[in-house]
């Protein structure tokens, strides 16, 4: 494959909201990606193309990069504080303002990442035994900690026709010392959008138990169109009430590295046991990824357009690519995040098709048993990247699919 490949300035879906300042080159070329240290591009070698972990390969924004890039001119490293400070309101004025939810400043605490807030919640919330609802399949960590910790998988697949929510599904799977709803929303990985039913279905069944709702809500900023996300504590008093709302930049604005994350306590079973643990148990948000999620939710609005207009047409891109190519794959269109569900059963690739993909093809994907039972047969492709790269990496899969 030639070097680089390169992408610059082409919006796949123009959005007329966007102003020209506004437009920054969006670039992706294998010089600059091979110059990474992320894991992303260094956990295999040149020859392999990756599309798998959760980071874009497009610059961070801009006014991101010039914020940090402030901090460090002016040498302010120091004990500062005052982006942390600032966050508990920036981020009620983001919720307002993009999801027409207002979260109380009060109750909204700095954790280093999201699931460091997960991991917290789950610990407080629980005891040995003691049952977690997953909607699978699911992002990994999300079975990892609760299985790490001695708590118990409470099961809830996912409708695979749609990756709808199934209610009776849901019902049937509480027992008695069922005590968490642990909810991804929008969905990691098949890319869904719960329905304001679909969420009303959890609130009640979590009302009904007295069950405590982690809802993950990262990606709550990358959507599609005509996919609105609806954070859960938006649901009415008592879903706010039992409810830990967890979300960051990051995934949004790619600075997962800079590891700042916010966490709305409704729940006060969960605000007292955080107030019960020692003061630096859970450390602190350092000054970069305050900063950098300060500039990202009061500056970066223009550039996230942007670049869900891009992401957005790389999704509908590798939708027409497969269908025309690959029609035997799986592939539900994702109403948000920039990931792919895909699913190579029908080609018989083998439980785990990214290890077959990644040997034969030099792609590499997220493989699906990772995501619990119901992963066998798929995997995960990541299309934050650009164009170029994108078809290289459709290329490979279907050259390899098709000379077998």
């Known amino acids: 494959m030639s ?16 102003t020209p300042d506004a437009r920054e080159p969006l670039s992706a070329d ?3 990606l091979r110059s990474l240290t992320s894991i992303k591009w260094t956990m295999h070698d040149h020859e392999v193309l990756p599309a798998w972990v959760a980071d874009m390969d497009l610059p961070p924004a801009p006014v991101v990069i ?8 002016r040498g302010d490293f120091g004990y500062n504080f005052d982006a942390a400070c600032r966050l508990p309101d920036v981020f009620a004025d983001w919720q307002e303002r993009r999801h027409g939810w207002r979260p109380d400043t009060e109750r909204i605490r700095l954790f280093c ?8 919640a789950l610990w407080l919330a629980t005891e040995a035994g003691d049952g977690v609802v997953i909607f699978t399949p699911i ?19 996912l409708d695979p026709v749609g990756w709808r929510l199934d209610p009776d599904s849901l019902g049937s ?31 009640r069944v979590a009302a009904r138990h007295d069950l405590l709702v982690i809802s993950d809500e990262i990606w709550g900023d990358l959507t599609h169109p005509g996919a609105p996300p609806r954070p859960f504590a938006s649901l009415g008093a008592d879903a706010a009430a039992r409810t830990v709302t ?60 942007q670049t869900r207009a891009h992401l957005t047409g790389q999704r509908d891109h590798l ?54 039972p119901h992963g066998t047969g798929f995997a995960r492709l990541n299309f934050a990247t650009s164009r170029e790269i994108l078809d290289e990496i459709i290329d490979r899969i279907v050259t390899a699919i098709r000379s077998r």
Request: include cysteine; proline fraction near 8%; charge should be negative.
């Open 3 to 18: 070097e680089p490949l390169h992408y610059t300035g082409h919006m796949d879906t123009p959005d007329a909201s966007v």
């Open 319 to 372: 939708a027409a690519r497969f269908a025309a190519e690959l029609p035997e794959v799986g592939f539900v269109l994702p109403e948000a995040t920039y990931l792919a569900w895909l699913d190579f059963r029908p080609l018989a690739l083998g439980d785990d098709p990214a290890r077959w993909l990644l040997e034969q093809a030099r792609v590499a994907l997220s493989a699906g048993p990772g995501f619990g």
């Open 66 to 73: 010039e914020a940090v890039e402030r901090l460090a001119a």
């Open 113 to 120: 990442d999201v699931m460091q807030a997960v991991q917290t």
């Open 30 to 32: 294998l010089h600059r």
């Open 246 to 305: 967890v979300s960051a930049a990051s995934k949004a604005f790619n600075v997962a590295g800079l590891r700042c994350a916010v966490a709305h306590i409704g729940d006060e079973r969960i605000a007292a046991g955080l107030a019960g643990l020692p003061d630096h148990l859970l450390g602190a948000v350092g000054s970069p990824g305050a900063e950098a999620t300060l500039a990202a939710w009061t500056q970066g609005e223009p550039w996230l357009e």
């Open 173 to 203: 799977a509480i027992d008695e010392r069922t005590r968490v709803i642990l909810l991804c929303s929008p969905h990691n990985p098949t890319g869904r959008v719960f329905t304001a039913e679909e969420l009303e279905t959890v609130a």
């Open 139 to 157: 992002y990994p960590p999300f079975l990892s900690s609760v299985t790490s910790i001695g708590r118990r998988i409470v099961d809830c697949p």
